[in-house]
Every structure is written in structure tokens, then in C-alpha cells.
């Protein structure tokens, strides 16, 4: 089995920072890409930012320059660096990652429970 824990949520007010940091435990023999994804009240659910297990990035136009995503593969480890927060960035963040429990099995995704940002003054 795996899990995915999130932390760093919180709250904080407009032009502050918050990082979320999500690590995965269990049956791992490898992770591809690992996300992360928000929903706000009312919303759809959105990906943020991925990065890829080779280090490759993309995220949504409307964070670009403000959200870092990294990951340490030592760790099996996925960090979310918000910077300049905006009200509209609130909502609650969740983790998504491609594990292969074993190098036979085919690649699954799993999400952890979410983590909630509010950005309020």
C-alpha cells in the first residue's frame, strides 16, 4: 500500500509564502511524475504544477512566477513553494503521484488527503 501525506497548509495573508510538502510511504520501487492539484469551494478541481522524475516542470498560467515545484527522490518527497499568494490561490491542495509498487506492476496513481491554503487578510 501507499500513502501520500501532505503538510504546510495553512493560513496566511496576500503577497505571503507557504510550502506544502508531500511525502510518499509504503510499496515503492519507483515514482514517475508527481502533481499538484487545487480545488477552491464551488470549483473544479485544477492541476497546479507537475515535475516530472527527471526534473521536468509545467505548471498553470495562472501561477507561473509565483509556485516552485522540486522533489527530492531520496525522500520520494514533492514540494510546493507558493510565493506572492493571492486570494484567489485559496483552496485546498492536494497531492498526486505516479507509483510503481514493484518493477512488474504497472504504474498507479494515488492522492493524499489534501491540505488546506487560505490567503485572507
Known amino acids: 500500500q501507499v500513502q501520500l501525506v501532505e503538510s504546510g497548509g495553512g493560513l496566511v495573508q496576500p503577497e505571503g509564502s507557504l510550502r506544502l510538502s508531500c511525502a510518499a510511504s509504503?510499496?515503492?520501487?519507483?515514482?514517475?511524475?508527481m502533481r499538484w492539484y487545487r480545488q477552491a469551494p464551488g470549483k473544479q478541481r485544477e492541476l497546479v504544477a507537475q515535475?516530472?522524475?527527471?526534473?521536468?516542470?509545467n505548471y498553470v498560467d495562472s501561477v507561473k512566477g509565483r509556485f516552485t515545484i522540486s522533489r527530492d527522490n531520496s525522500n520520494n518527497t514533492v514540494y510546493l513553494q507558493m510565493n506572492s499568494l493571492k486570494p484567489e490561490d485559496t483552496a485546498v491542495y492536494y497531492c498526486?503521484?505516479?507509483?510503481?509498487?514493484?518493477?512488474?506492476?504497472?504504474?498507479?496513481?494515488?492522492w493524499g488527503q489534501g491540505t488546506q491554503v487560505t490567503v485572507s487578510s
Open positions: 515535475i516530472t522524475s527527471g526534473g521536468y516542470t
Open positions: 509504503g510499496i515503492i520501487f519507483s515514482i514517475s511524475a
Open positions: 498526486n503521484a505516479d507509483v510503481r509498487p514493484a518493477a512488474w506492476r504497472s504504474l498507479r496513481a494515488y
